[in-house]
């Protein structure tokens, strides 16, 4: 069994700064996937980036980075440079290694203001 | 053309009434998915099918059924609708575990 939790419901953060979600989760699993997906106003699950357990250096997509804590079952998201765009709810997900069966947080609503 | 379509979009529907959301995909991937999002809870797993003679039940499966009717197609059904299943509903495909791809869901209102 996996479980993911996010405590900030909400952040904001200005235009071109830089913002920190946060994630622990908790498994079972020797090896698992750990995945940031974005869903803006539209509704589209979009994935922001993924992270294999397996691998120590933290992935990076662009502006958007990963602060993994394997020992402390921790895995953040970084974005900088923050844009309009970028508002948008964000959900940590987990998988196991064996299959895309993701256990979702319950999501950080990010607003980018001007 | 999405990869992943689900149809339809947006529905109302009233108590007790049966009803099917279906998801169809081109990315030629065995696994499916659907997946529940309700305010403040995040998506969860219902169903998932890993070819069209595997079915699995997820996290939430009470209330729904699923079809597997060839590899690109995999419908849910709520037999008798029930207020508490007014929900986003997502389908998503996979042919590895470091990905999936989501339908863009189906907004389903039950009255």
């Known amino acids: 069994a996996q479980t993911v939790t996010q405590s900030q419901p909400e952040m904001s953060v200005q235009e071109a700064e830089t913002v920190t979600l946060s994630c622990t989760y908790d498994t079972s699993e020797s090896n698992y996937y750990l995945f940031w997906y974005k869903q803006p106003p539209s509704r589209q699950m979009i994935l922001v980036i993924r992270q294999e357990a397996y691998k120590q250096q933290n992935a990076t997509e662009n502006r958007f980075s990963v602060n993994f804590q394997k020992a402390a079952k921790s895995f953040s998201l970084k974005i900088s440079d923050s844009q309009l765009g970028d508002t948008a709810m964000y959900f940590c997900?987990?998988?196991?290694?064996?299959?895309?069966?993701?256990?979702f947080g319950t999501g950080t609503r990010l607003q980018v203001t001007l | 053309d999405a990869d992943v379509t689900q149809t339809p979009r947006n529905r109302i529907t009233k108590t007790g009434k049966r009803i099917m959301l279906e998801c169809s995909q081109t990315k030629g991937h065995d696994r499916m998915y659907w997946y529940r999002q309700d305010p403040g809870l995040g998506l969860r797993l219902i169903y998932y099918s890993f070819d069209v003679k595997d079915i699995n039940k997820g996290e939430i499966s009470d209330g729904y059924s699923v079809s597997r009717q060839a590899q690109a197609k995999f419908s849910l059904s709520l037999e008798s609708a029930i207020p508490n299943q007014t929900a986003l509903y997502f389908c998503?495909?996979?042919?590895?575990?470091?990905?999936?791809?989501f339908g863009q869901g189906t907004r389903l209102t039950v009255v």
């Open positions: 998503a495909t996979s042919d590895r575990e470091d990905e999936a791809f």
């Open positions: 997900a987990c998988s196991p290694g064996t299959a895309s069966k993701l256990t």
